[in-house]
């Protein structure tokens, strides 16, 4: 009996330790992807300002201006599904990587503080963007291999812990030209 | 270049000097302890005599070579060293023989918060330089602390060293919210200060095996070590172990700057005034002292410091 009971007191500890363990790895991936989100929403706060700094400028490039606009207010009301969404933030970074790169034509625009400023707070958001997004795969990552270490996946199965999802760059962002060449003039 | 060779001169005709009144001096001391020594032979039926001729010997001979030692430190780094560096690397460099980096920015860089504070806090050789128009200040630096042990009773106290080696502080194009702190890998991190700092896994497994990373937020880790920044202190590291730098390198970044400490015992170690000045300098050993002073100015540009904003 007494054997029974120390089986079953260290089998009781073993799956609370194991069950905080991993809800403390989930919890870590939820926070680090609400970071991203805090950025985010720090750059769509920087796209008004950015408009307006360059609309006088660049009227050719209406068109981007009013599709960046559009986006920002899609991605604001936060109704977008995950994958939508992803989509829309890699247009969005598309679009401003390549209206600061057209900037290169504008030099009134050059001359402008207001809009270098805006610029490197730009370049300086896009930066902890991608900080944040490489902190939530590794936490992915632990999460992940935490899950399928023995046997914790087991009590992983019991009270159904689902692997995380790592973030990968959309297409449009791997498409679009580096910003970053622009900085190094 | 000119100027070089008779600053040469000058410090050769002082050391000659040196070795003349060593001779001088030894001469004294010797003549002295031998009377003392001879005396205590003849005249006195205790050894202790016999004894203090001798010490009157040693003791002489080590106090004389230690002060012209000093002596010569110091016109070897006033003379020589300053126009050696002003030679090689021109006006924007600045080299104060006497001065060294505060211990409030040691303390601040938080590279060796994991380890007791200092007791003890010295250095010399300070170099202000300015590489691409990035400011970088470095000097020797060493710092200590003073432990005490009770063995069998008895208050045993000695020194040790917290860091002996180059520190050096330049600026860095990003700001670092909280602070990011890069140790050897090896490095043993146990003690309270750092129990808020978290250890930071990174993606470079060749960096991860070289260094680990500490801070207390790791978005802000990645964002000032980008992948980029990581690889070119892989590179930088590699690169001093080359040119046989076998020492450990720590780095650190608080606000605006970059904190970084080779642990290499002696900088810019002036040679003892007795060996020839010379035939050291033709056979280019001095070449030694710019080697260890370009190294350290080479991180603005493997590092890749004077990029505006990306790294």
């Not at chain 1, 050719?60 to 109704?79: D, F, P, V």
């Not at chain 2, 040196?18 to 205790?46: C, D, E, N, P, R």
């Not at chain 2, 990003?174 to 050897?184: C, N, S």
Request: net charge neutral; charged share 25%; glycine share 4%.
């Amino acid at each position: 009996m007494t054997a029974f009971l120390i089986v079953f007191a260290v089998f009781a500890v073993f799956v609370i330790l194991s069950y905080n363990l991993l809800v403390t790895k989930r919890n870590a991936v939820s926070n680090a992807y609400s970071s991203i989100d805090v950025y985010l929403k720090n750059r769509y706060d920087l796209i008004p300002n950015l408009v307006a700094s360059v609309k006088t400028y660049m009227e050719h490039e209406a068109n981007t201006l009013i599709r960046i606009t559009e986006l920002r207010s899609k991605l604001l009301q936060g109704q977008l599904p995950p994958g939508e969404r992803l989509k829309a933030e890699g247009e969005l970074s598309g679009l401003l990587s390549r209206l600061l790169m057209v900037s290169e034509n504008y030099p009134q625009l050059r001359a402008n503080e207001n809009f270098l400023h805006l610029q490197q707070s730009l370049a300086e958001m896009e930066e902890r963007i991608s900080a944040a997004r490489r902190a939530y795969n590794a936490a992915v990552t632990d999460y992940n291999n935490a899950l399928g270490i023995f046997p914790i996946n087991i009590i992983a199965g019991i009270f159904n812990f689902k692997p995380a999802e790592w973030f990968e760059a959309p297409e449009e962002e791997k498409k679009t030209p580096d910003v970053r060449a622009l900085f190094k003039n | 270049m000119d100027n070089l060779e008779s600053i040469i001169e000058i410090v050769e005709k002082e050391r000659n000097g040196l070795v003349k009144s060593t001779i001088t001096w030894l001469s004294i001391y010797s003549t002295i302890g031998a009377i003392i020594y001879l005396f205590g032979m003849h005249y006195s039926s205790h050894s202790y005599l016999k004894l203090f001729g001798v010490a009157i010997f040693i003791a002489g001979a080590i106090s004389t070579m230690s002060i012209k030692q000093g002596y010569y430190k110091g016109v070897f780094k006033e003379l020589f060293l300053k126009s050696l560096f002003r030679h090689k690397f021109g006006e924007n460099f600045e080299y104060r023989p006497q001065d060294y980096i505060r211990s409030d920015f040691f303390l601040n860089s938080m590279l060796f918060s994991h380890k007791p504070m200092p007791d003890r806090y010295r250095g010399e050789d300070l170099i202000i330089a300015s590489v691409d128009s990035i400011r970088i200040n470095f000097s020797e630096v060493h710092a200590q602390y003073l432990e005490t042990q009770y063995v069998q009773g008895k208050k045993r106290q000695y020194w040790v060293d917290i860091f002996r080696g180059v520190f050096a502080i330049a600026e860095f194009p990003k700001t670092a919210k909280v602070p990011v702190v890069v140790l050897p890998n090896f490095e043993k991190v146990f003690s309270l200060p750092w129990e808020a700092l978290k250890k930071v896994k990174l993606e470079d497994p060749e960096f991860e095996e070289i260094f680990s990373v500490w801070s207390k937020d790791q978005i802000e880790a990645r964002y000032i070590l980008s992948i980029s920044l990581m690889r070119r202190m892989v590179e930088f590291y590699k690169k001093a172990r080359e040119k046989g730098f076998k020492q450990d390198i720590y780095f650190s970044f608080v606000g605006k700057y970059m904190f970084f400490a080779i642990n290499s015992g002696d900088f810019l170690r002036v040679p003892f005034y007795l060996s020839s000045f010379k035939s050291a300098y033709n056979s280019g050993k001095y070449d030694l002292y710019v080697q260890e002073v370009e190294l350290i100015l080479s991180i603005i540009e493997e590092l890749n410091l004077k990029l505006d904003i990306w790294l």
